[in-house]
Nanobody, 122 residues
Framework: QVQLVESGGGLVQAGGSLRLSCVAS????????MGWFRQAPGKEREFVVV????????YYADSVKGRFTISRDNAKNTVYLQMNSLKPEDTAVYYC???????????????WGQGTQGTVSS
């Protein structure tokens, strides 16, 4: 079992930044790919970014490429999502997830956190 807890959400103005963290406990997450997804009100949960277990590969959704950066510290069992140049359309609950492969598909992930709200005002 892996437990994931996200933090770092909040309210920012457009153009601002947020840094999300996802701390894992239970089984070591160093063997898992870690992804971030988000869900806006009334919309499906969508892929944002994934990082491979080693940190050597990352894949970003086109909507966040160039603005968001994922990183991981396996020694701390923590994954980070640095979000810059935020837009109102980035407003969503952000979830981290752990899976065996670095996939953009929600179904490929075995463990999910409870989410943290990020709100961007215009």
């Amino acid at each position: 079992q892996v437990q994931l807890v996200e933090s770092g959400g909040g309210l920012v103005q457009a153009g601002g930044s947020l840094r999300l963290s996802c701390v894992a406990s239970g089984r070591t997450v160093s063997a898992y790919a870690m992804g971030w997804f988000r869900q806006a009100p009334g919309k499906e949960r969508e892929f944002v970014v994934v990082i491979s277990w080693s940190g050597g590969r990352t894949y970003y959704a086109d909507s966040v490429k160039g603005r968001f950066t994922i990183s991981r510290d396996n020694a701390k069992n923590t994954v980070y999502l640095q979000m810059n140049s935020l837009k109102p359309e980035d407003t969503a609950v952000y979830y981290c997830a752990a899976g065996v492969s670095d996939s953009f598909r929600r179904t490929e992930y075995d463990y999910w956190g409870q989410g943290t709200q990020g709100t961007v005002s215009s």
